[in-house]
């Protein structure tokens, strides 16, 4: 059974680092074909895509975001990591991970339930 | 990056009825279209892919049509769980864009 849950710090300070960490089971990032991806939804608006991790270790990034977005797994390949630096009030919303298979431009078969991130002074 | 628009943004509909919720792509995507169900409070839930066919477990009142531009996600008949928002993901470009979707209430 494929499970994926994340989990963040809740609310954080303009300019800081988000640390967010998304812990899987029922599959291995290690096997042939498996991607994980973060998207991210502001309150009562639509998803954003945010960036991709595959099981040979490439990266993917959203390209408006691309500068302050870092992709990552631990070599367990039960984890991937998503590191948003510089943060402000446009970075609250829910953020989930996925997976997908093949490619990560892909459809999300699998997601997590998200965890808030309230950006606030 | 591709832009995907859905129509129209609130849908009111009565149990049993025959719904249809349309997504459009800025330029041709093929068939590389997704449909997510996500009710409130909810992570998206995967319903179609591939643009007409349905993920496991979903039931076969959900169907997807469509291919190049235009899409639709048909439910037959509509039952009271089926009241959430409903957006397109299109996976062709390099880039995962979404629409920005169509709520559906029950009248």
């Known amino acids: 059974q494929v499970t994926l849950k994340e989990s963040g710090p809740g609310m954080l300070q303009p300019s800081k680092t988000l640390s967010l960490t998304c812990s899987f089971s029922g599959f291995s990032l290690s096997t042939s074909g498996m991607v994980v991806s973060w998207i991210r939804q502001p309150s009562g608006k639509s998803l954003e895509w945010l960036a991709a991790?595959?099981?040979?270790?490439?990266?993917y990034y959203n390209p408006s975001l691309k500068s302050r977005l870092t992709v990552s797994k631990d070599t367990s390949n039960t984890q991937v990591f998503l590191k948003i630096t510089s943060v402000d009030i446009a970075d609250t919303a829910t953020y989930y991970c996925?997976?997908?298979?093949?490619?990560?431009?892909?459809?999300?078969?699998?997601w997590g339930p998200g965890t808030m991130v309230t950006v606030s002074s | 990056d591709i832009q995907m628009t859905q129509s129209p943004s609130l849908l009111s509909a009565s149990v049993g009825d025959r719904v249809t919720l349309n997504c459009k792509a800025s330029q041709n995507i093929y068939k590389n279209l997704a449909w997510y169900q996500q009710k409130l409070g909810e992570a998206p839930k995967l319903l179609i892919y591939n643009a007409n066919s349905l993920q496991t477990g979903i039931p076969s009142r959900f169907s997807g049509s469509g291919s190049g531009t235009d899409f639709t996600l048909t439910i037959s008949s509509l039952q009271p769980e089926d009241v959430a928002t409903y957006f397109c993901?299109?996976?062709?470009?390099?880039?995962?864009?979404f629409g920005a979707g169509t709520k559906l209430e029950l009248k």
């Open positions: 991790i595959d099981w040979d270790g490439d990266k």
């Open positions: 996925a997976r997908s298979q093949g490619y990560y431009s892909s459809y999300m078969g699998f």
């Open positions: 993901q299109q996976y062709y470009s390099g880039m995962n864009t």
